[in-house]
């Protein structure tokens, strides 16, 4: 079965399978949303992207965000097996309360105060930088799970080959992980797509090796062609990306959701790399292990 970060506490309500925790339902929403209507999938984006607005708005607030009728999100609650809308809500609004801290939150209004600031001096921007990646890394030190973090390690332990995909803004982590994992004596082949070649590079992915898949929205081809080839060849799939519903996250055994800061419209790598410098240097120790 994959592996997320996210809790498996749920409860029976006859035949459905009722969400207990918001990860649990952002689970569920992922592994549904190709059954899901048009206008259901566009309640099921506002309340991953926005949990934090869902646990304090009304009703008609939420349905207005989402751009739906609030007949539609009663109609999304009961669909995840919820009495109604307001059941739902508790969700989040019990996550609240059970993590204070509200990273996510912060983050997107250190976006919005950053937008509208005009101080664009070295100085200014440094600690914008600085608090937005912060905040980012607090985010992510919250939502990893150690099951999910010694699960992939042991995939990458097992594995007799580990292939490596990322283009565009996240090809920095990619190289990274390629080098660092080279440097620890772990064969590994970069997949860059360079003149299309994407197929050529990853056609000996095999039940025996793994793939580090990053990839984050608007999800390229390169990367879904790479999910796709490693899936149908049988190797194990880590991917990170941006969301839960990152069309790529079904065909994955591990999957790390990674939120970066974003601060006048640019987004840092300092979290994702902070998750794949983790994911290299245990991999290290368990090799020690192994070999005592």
Known sequence: MRQSNASSATGQVGSLVLPKSVDALHTLIAEQQEQLSARLKLVSVYLVEHPQQVAFSTLAEIAKAAGVHASTLVRFANHFGFGGFSELQKLYKNQLLEHPSNYRERISQLKKASGNNQNTTPTHLLHEFIDGNQLALSLLQQQITPEL?????????????????????????????NYTLSQMDVRCSLIDGQESMQAEQGKWMNRESA??????????????????????????????TDSELCPLAPLVDHLFIVREAEVRAFRSLNSTLCLAQTLCVALGYRKQDVGK
């Not at 010694?150 to 080959?161: I, Q, W, Y």
């Open 149 to 177: 973090l010694d699960a992939s390690v042991e995939t990458l332990l097992k594995a007799n080959e580990v292939f490596i995909c990322g283009i565009r803004r996240v090809y920095p982590v990619a190289t990274f992980f």
């Open 211 to 240: 793939l580090i898949a990053i990839t984050f929205n608007p999800y390229g081809k390169i990367p879904r062609e790479t999910v796709e080839l490693a899936k149908k060849q049988g190797s194990k799939i880590i991917l990170i």
